[in-house]
């Protein structure tokens, strides 16, 4: 081609025209498609999932085939969510199938939860269904107990509350049939007979003999059946210092403490004794030293700390015609002594002697119940009238849990008039009243009502409504009169927190250990469990209170002090006695194993002897530590006569990490037991034969190994090197490759799971708050507890508000939700 002046000009706007169409194009340029479930998660399940859960005899009786659009999955969301959970856990698709690559399996997994997410983002907050519930057992014997304070078992007869999601306050499961209805109007009797006496006797009257007083004789001396108390002519205490006598009287109640006594005297001043009444240090009056240095006698200082409650003088010097001197005993002092000194005499006087012939106590002097006293108090300036609606007003609302109505005080106060009309007391128709609100359906349930008119979307319950939630989740009994005060003023939602850590404190939070932590890690059934006494001939029923102590001391530490829930895991310490100590091989409170070399021992340990309580022992040195090596757990889920890797691995899969394997396939034999089977093998060599059924293998890959590193204990939780003839093998590799050896690295492996064992105690802990199953609109929550958990070092205290803050236990569904 012939070049001219114009090529460059022509060749420059040539690629004017091709560059810029190029350059337009990348800019204009779309992103790729996200991925989506009916492409890509479909290939995925077909590549890897399809052929084991298709439509003929699938695996875990799940079918994946027909699965193609959002919708279908967002129809069971359930199982949606335990497929990625197992994905994630590297428990699926099965180590002998082939493994899908890692970028696949994390877009699978994204597909999903994106799914899930777009949902939970465009859809509004679902608080659940809260089946209006009774109260169960415990929570009956403990709002009695509160409510009326009367303390004895009223539901000890009642029949046993049914079991729900793991749980006995489950509303969905807590029937009232006819005999509990007979028994609860039986037991609203006995408790009002107990809290209210309409006729109550008049004060008993306690008579001791001076003969009978201490110190005993020879010193004081007697002297016509009379107690002598004498100083000697140099005015010191002798051996014959103040006569005195034990009482075991209720503390908060007054009394009338009076002795007869005469004297003997040459001088010419008046004898003068005083009359003591020994308390707590804390007690108002208590002797100061001033006070204590003008008595005599040698067992002042024993008698220490105490209150004169009188100075006297005594003018008898008949013993046919003793004197009679009286003093009130003031309530709340924790009067556990009474006593008779002689005031020291003036400088020259000589010695007298002071005969006590009787010591007598008088009281309470108000004969009524304490429960009575709480129950009726009023204000005495009202007319009865007035004072019957005080009280019954007071009584119904704490009853009810929330503020009575006027119709509803009116009805009671009009049965308490019939009562009086038809010839009754006024107590008695207060009982009669209260043993009616005792049967309400208002008392026996945990009623919520909406407002009026009810919200189209989500609300918050009421303060009195969130109060019961509250107590009843962490006392398992009804508000104390601080959360009755902040419901009233609405100011408990935004004290939450406070009121929290406050509850977690008090000692009633040990219902929460009692109830949920026995019921979550089911060691309620240790109860009923009887090891073979020839084979575990330690077994029996002290041990297994020891055993049921020691978990609940240990818990009761995690809760009181606020310490992180991964101790339930990998706590190295445990509360144990001597039973215990023998069981676990430990020698002393130290923490040393028997057997172990002195020089090498931890100092300052104490040998456990018989009679020593529970102590707090440091369980390093024998690897013990955290719930799977205590005894409870570990008798629990073993079999009378052996370990059971099967259930203890299934019981770690359950309860501590929540995911939990489908049931057994039908028609697949129990693991043979007799003397040949024994002989054959260990346990996991039985196990291990057993595993070769195709129908079992893979479930049990995931229990078996988890058990096997607990092999190490036996059936009631002692340390052992052998099975029978065979040595144990406690070594595992769990289905995502975890590879252990022994149950200390078996606790490394689960505390590296601590998102699954934090996400599964949460559960649990929602599932008790609430009463009800969890759902899969509940997923928001548990994330936002989860979060507000990890955020917070784990704390316990950070789990429980995280719960008491999330929208299922604050809210009630809107009438559009219905």
Not at 452 to 466: D, K, N, R, T, V
Not at 682 to 695: D, G, T, W
Not at 789 to 800: C, I, K, Y
Request: glycine share 6%.
């Amino acid at each position: 081609m012939k070049l001219t002046r114009w090529t460059p000009l022509v060749v420059a706007l040539v690629a004017a025209v091709w560059y810029v169409p190029v350059r337009l194009y990348t800019v204009a340029a779309e992103p790729a498609p996200p991925p989506t479930f009916a492409v890509e998660g479909v290939a995925f399940l077909n590549a890897h999932c399809n052929k084991c859960h298709g439509q003929e005899r699938p695996k875990a009786d799940l079918t994946l085939t027909g699965i193609k659009t959002d919708a279908d999955v967002l129809k069971n969301r359930k199982t949606w969510q335990r497929v990625i959970d197992v994905i994630q856990a590297g428990e699926m698709p099965p180590p002998s199938r082939k493994q899908p690559a890692l970028a696949d399996k994390e877009k699978f997994i994204s597909i999903l939860t994106s799914i899930f997410d777009k949902v939970d983002r465009s859809s509004a907050v679902d608080p659940g269904r809260v089946t209006m519930r009774r109260l169960n057992r415990v929570e009956y014997r403990n709002t009695v107990r509160d409510l009326c304070f009367v303390d004895f078992n009223a539901a000890e007869d009642f029949p046993s509350d049914d079991i729900g999601h793991g749980f006995d306050n489950i509303g969905d499961v807590l029937t009232l049939p006819p005999v509990l209805m007979e028994r609860y109007l039986a037991a609203a009797d006995a408790v009002m007979a107990r809290a209210i006496v309409p006729n109550p006797p008049p004060p008993t009257n306690r008579y001791l003999s001076g003969q009978y007083l201490e110190p005993s004789s020879p010193n004081p001396p007697l002297k016509n059946n009379a107690r002598i108390v004498t100083v000697d002519p140099n005015g010191d205490a002798v051996k014959t210092g103040p006569v005195h006598t034990a009482y075991k009287v209720p503390s908060d109640d007054e009394y009338n403490l009076s002795v007869q006594v005469y004297a003997e005297t040459l001088g010419k001043k008046p004898v003068q004794i005083a009359l003591l009444a020994k308390g707590s240090s804390t007690a108002p009056g208590i002797a100061t030293d001033q006070e204590v240095e003008k008595l005599t006698g040698a067992a002042l200082k024993s008698l220490r700390p105490f209150v004169i409650l009188k100075i006297a003088a005594v003018k008898s010097r008949d013993p046919k015609k003793p004197d009679t001197i009286q003093a009130k005993v003031p309530a709340g002092m924790d009067f556990t002594r009474a006593a008779v000194a002689i005031v020291q005499p003036p400088a020259g006087e000589p010695a007298p002697s002071v005969h006590v012939k009787l010591l007598k106590l008088e009281g309470p002097l108000d004969p009524r119940p304490h429960s009575q006293r709480k129950l009726l108090a009023c204000d005495p300036k009202k007319p009865q009238a007035e004072q019957t609606r005080e009280i019954l007003t007071r009584f119904v609302s704490r009853a009810y849990r929330r503020p009575a109505t006027a119709e509803e005080v009116q009805r009671l106060i009009r049965l308490v008039q019939s009562a009086q009309s038809s010839g009754k007391s006024w107590e008695a128709g207060l009982q009669l009243a209260m043993t009616g609100v005792l049967c309400s359906p208002k008392f026996l349930f945990r009623v919520e009502v909406d407002p009026s008119p009810i919200p189209a979307g989500p609300h918050p319950i009421s303060e009195y409504q969130l109060a019961s939630r509250l107590s009843y989740f962490l006392w398992s009994t009804m508000p104390d009169e601080e959360l009755f005060r902040l419901a009233a003023d609405g100011k408990l939602t935004a004290n939450l927190e406070a009121q929290v850590r406050r509850m977690l404190a008090d000692p009633r939070s040990q219902s929460l250990v009692d109830r949920f932590v026995f019921q979550w890690l089911q060691l309620e059934r240790l109860h009923t469990i009887q090891a073979d006494p020839k084979l575990f001939p330690k077994y029996n029923d002290r041990l297994r209170q020891a055993m049921l102590e020691e978990t609940r001391l240990f818990f009761q530490e995690i809760v009181r002090e606020d310490r992180s829930i991964l101790e339930i895991l990998g706590g190295n310490y445990s509360y144990i006695n001597a039973q215990l100590a023998t069981l676990y091989g430990i020698k002393d409170t130290a923490g040393n194993p028997v057997g172990s070399d002195p020089k090498k021992a931890k100092p300052g340990g104490k040998r456990f002897e018989p009679r020593m309580g529970f102590v707090r022992v440091d369980l390093s040195a024998v690897g013990r530590g955290g719930v799977l090596t205590q005894a409870s757990v570990l008798t629990v889920t073993s079999n009378p006569t052996r370990t059971s890797p099967v259930k203890r691995g299934k019981w770690v899969l359950e309860q501590l990490l929540g995911t939990p394997p489908p049931p057994p396939p039908p028609d697949v034999p129990e693991l043979e037991e007799d003397g040949k089977a024994i002989a054959s093998g260990s346990v996991r060599q039985r196990l291990e034969e057993h595993r070769k059924n195709p129908a079992c293998a893979n479930c049990h890959a995931k229990m078996d190994a988890l058990g096997f590193g607990l092999e190490n204990f036996d059936a009631i939780g002692a340390f052992r090197e052998k099975d029978g003839a065979f040595p144990v093998d406690s070594s595992g590799v769990l289905p995502d490759g975890g590879a252990f050896s022994g149950p200390a690295e078996l606790k490394q492996i689960l505390l590296e799971k601590k998102d699954l064992f934090t996400r599964c105690l949460a559960e649990k802990l929602l599932t008790y708050a609430l009463g009800r199953g969890l759902e899969y609109y509940d997923k928001r929550a548990i994330d936002s507890i989860v979060a507000h958990t990890t955020a917070h070092n784990f704390q316990f205290s950070s789990l429980v508000i995280g719960v008491v803050t999330s929208d299922p236990f604050r809210l009630r569904r809107g009438k559009d939700q219905q």
